[in-house]
């Protein structure tokens, strides 16, 4: 029975491996890159499976053209019971651009919290593709 659990799993990961969608490896062109937007996470203050979801708020040059945008969860490790996670959305952006956003958690409590880096919101120049 565990064999078959164990074969069942890995053709599954397979199937799912060959079946991803590629776009997150898309090369750069002459005018646009793409952007991972990931959430810093305070994980001495918070417990990412309190967490419902969480948005991006952003915006491009000076918060124009602003967007809301749920991110993406993904495990990344367990730990002595605990499970942490990163949170994380991809972007296409034009090179040169300045990205300007702050972080919405949605917690399972109905509790809500923004973080805005202390008032002075998350600020970046793209001027090249993050992702690997």
Same mark, same amino acid.
């Given at each position: ?72 969860? %993904?495990?990344? *490790? #367990?730990?002595?019971?605990?499970? @942490?996670? =990163? ?8 090179? /040169? %651009?300045?990205? *300007? #956003?702050?972080?919405?958690?949605? @917690?399972? =409590? ?8 202390? /008032? ?13």
């Amino acid at each position: 029975m565990k064999k078959l659990v164990i074969c069942l799993m890995s053709v599954t990961l397979l199937m799912l491996t060959l079946l991803a969608p590629t776009t997150a490896h898309a090369a750069e062109n002459n005018e646009w890159v793409l952007y991972r937007i990931s959430a810093p996470i305070n994980y001495s203050t918070v417990n990412t499976s309190d967490i419902k979801n969480m948005t991006v708020h952003f915006g491009v040059n000076g918060w124009q053209e602003i967007k809301d945008v749920q991110l993406n969860r %993904s495990i990344v *490790d #367990y730990y002595m019971g605990r499970t @942490f996670e =990163s949170f994380w959305v991809d972007v296409y952006l034009k090179k /040169g %651009s300045t990205l *300007d #956003y702050c972080f919405k958690y949605d @917690f399972n =409590s109905d509790k809500i919290n923004w973080d805005n880096n202390s /008032g002075k919101d998350y600020h970046v120049v793209v001027d090249k593709s993050n992702i690997n």
